[in-house]
């Protein structure tokens, strides 16, 4: 091999060990990460989309060390002619206030795939500030803020606030709790959706126990809305389930 060949050689072998090296320091920055759930019902604010039954849920995340990440999340469902499952594609991205403290901003596009004559699919935009350990190592407080142009069946606009708390009694058992506040469009979009009159907003709360064993997250809490009609959707039930994160 002559000198110039030879220097074409290491050149070539330089160019292929950077794009190695580039390939690795790519993939170093993101992660992935996911979770399966396993409950008694599956409740969204506090309305039951299962039909009060079983649901089996599962998300799959992949996140950037910038903060910007995708999510992709499903779950059973029984609320649509020809529709039984939910999909939903979240953008966003995640601000590092400090060691403690989040703030996220997010797209969601929530879809009810196979749903016969009628629409059901929205869009949302969110804000979520999330704060570890404020009081004690482990607790944690969120508050959040939805709005959707035009909620599900296309009844216009929508808002969510939302504040939840957890907080660590005894060993890795923790006390946990949210309350929530739907206000939809106006009166006929709120009987269409939830079967009661004269109103246009309501809440919903929960309080509960979780804990982890063995990395399987287990939880038992009470929830129930402001929502005063006889359909079982929205009336008070005890919630338990078992989730795997991976």
Known sequence: MNKYSQSIALIC????SQAVMAESDIASQFKTFGNITLANDYRFRGISQTDNEMSVQGGLTLAHQSGFYVNLWASNVDLFEGN???????LGYQWQINE????DFQYIDVNYSGAEGIKPDFTEYA???????T?????????G????PDFALQTGDEIYLNIAASYPIYNNINIISTLGYTKIKGEDEFLMLFGEPNKDHYLDYKVGLTTEISGIKAELSWIDTSI???QKMVKDKFYVSLSKSF
């Open 135 to 143: 009081f004690k190592d482990g607790d944690f407080f969120s508050l």
């Open 127 to 133: 804000l979520l500030y999330q704060k570890n350990s």
């Open 13 to 16: 072998l330089g160019v292929a």
């Open 145 to 148: 803020a939805n709005y959707s």
């Open 228 to 230: 005063d009609t006889n």
């Open 84 to 90: 039984s499952i939910e999909m939903d594609y979240f």
């Open 100 to 103: 403690k403290s989040t703030l």
